[in-house]
């Protein structure tokens, strides 16, 4: 079903930060990430934040883009102590522990 939708619309938008104090939680065990390309913006500023997550899952949709830039995400996770321990056989879905 198409959207007739020709007006934006207001949400209100909590970061994960946010949220996490408002429920007194401290880390997350596992975060997954299926954003459709926007986490390319997100998980950097996830990183920022500094939230503890023991084990990151995502989905990265580079062929939705041109370059690679998953790759600056990646070298971001590894500069804060994720490792790659997987990823699946057509290379779009990853996991990163933190070490």
Do not use: C, N
């Amino acid at each position: 079903m198409q959207s007739t939708l020709t007006r934006p619309i207001e949400v209100q938008l909590s970061t994960l930060k946010d949220l996490m104090k408002q429920l007194g939680h401290t880390r997350l065990d596992v975060l997954k990430i299926d954003i459709e390309g926007a986490e390319y913006e997100v998980l950097p500023a996830l990183l920022a934040d500094g939230i503890e997550i023991d084990q990151i899952l995502i989905e990265f949709h580079d062929r939705w883009v041109e370059g690679i830039p998953s790759k600056a995400v990646h070298e971001a996770l590894a500069a804060k102590g994720y490792v790659l321990v997987a990823h699946s056989a057509h290379y779009e879905e990853f996991t990163y522990l933190k070490v």
